[in-house]
């Protein structure tokens, strides 16, 4: 294995970490950001609401794209395993 290949798998495993995990967490970034910018206003300051907008937001990405983010996941995953003989050569 060259640097090139090193190189190569590491910004595959890095891609690939930004888009499975990114969307599930812009939303739960916004979902909070829009929590607490209501709860800043109503003057209400209970974190337990902010914690159950942020998991059912989170929780309809998932069902709404859970499938593909995980076929993505997989594709990668058999990638790495097919790839394995040429890496350790």
Do not use: W
């Amino acid at each position: 294995m060259n640097p090139s290949q090193a190189v190569v798998i590491i910004s595959d495993l890095l891609r690939t970490t930004l888009f499975v995990a990114g969307p599930l967490l812009i939303v739960a970034l916004v979902a909070g950001v829009v929590v607490g910018i209501i709860q800043t206003a109503t003057q209400v300051n209970e974190a337990s609401i902010s914690f159950l907008v942020k998991v059912t937001a989170v929780l309809g990405v998932s069902l709404a794209i859970g499938s593909h983010l995980a076929q993505y996941l997989l594709d990668y995953t058999r990638a790495n395993f097919e790839a394995i003989a040429q890496v350790v050569r």
